[in-house]
């Protein structure tokens, strides 16, 4: 992999690059809100936060995004009034029924994380652990006892990161008969604490 750098934010022109990447990451929980890749793609594409994603570039393009929670919002603007200006009435009202459920909550003291995407090509050389670690170098600066992020059980790998980085489980739920639309029944919680 050629040298890599974590920078806070992206410009417009990155802006399809980001949501393309976080649809393929999370396409399974997103799809049952949209009635094609495209519309999904589309949404993420207006939705994405630049203020509320580290980005991980080698010298040549984006390997990895990670997105956060910050001042009462997450990585993604999925508000009625996105939705709204980008789909029909009908459609963005299933997209916000169906999406609604997926939404994660800031909790005090901590950095909330929202989604930690890696080209599949980058998968592997580090990409993961570099967004990890400015993650939690924001944490840092921001003055948080510590950084949070919820894992679902279809992702065993990516659990494994997050134990090596130090993160432990605080608690897990399931969504029951929501499961199959989302492709996933349990989640953890996990947190890293944050040395001042």
């Known amino acids: ?4 750098s974590i920078t806070h934010g992206f410009d ?5 690059v980001v949501a393309l990447l976080y649809w ?5 929980k997103l799809r049952p809100g949209f009635s094609d890749n495209r519309d999904g793609v589309g949404v993420l594409q207006a939705a994405v936060r630049s203020d509320r994603f580290l980005v991980a570039r080698s010298i040549s393009r984006i ?5 956060f929670h910050s001042t009462g919002a997450g ?4 508000s009625w009034s996105l939705l709204r200006s980008r789909l029909s009435t009908a459609a963005a009202l299933r997209a916000w029924l169906l999406l609604s459920p997926l939404g994660r ?13 890696v080209d599949r090509t980058a998968r592997g050389s580090g990409v993961g652990t570099a967004l990890l670690d400015a993650a939690y170098d924001l944490a840092v600066t921001a003055g948080a006892s510590a950084v949070r992020l919820s894992v679902v059980d279809t992702n065993p790998r990516a659990r494994s990161l997050y134990e090596r980085q130090g993160f432990v489980p605080r608690n897990s739920g399931n969504l029951g008969i929501l499961a199959p639309i ?3 029944d349990h989640y953890t919680t996990m947190e890293r604490g944050v040395c001042s």
């Open 1 to 4: 992999m050629e040298s890599l």
């Open 63 to 67: 390997v990895g995004v990670c997105g």
């Open 75 to 78: 990585a993604l603007d999925l």
């Open 12 to 16: 417009d022109t990155d802006r399809l």
């Open 105 to 117: 909550a800031e909790k005090a003291g901590t950095l909330t994380l929202d989604g930690i995407c």
């Open 24 to 28: 393929e990451a999370f396409e399974r």
């Open 182 to 184: 989302y492709g996933f």
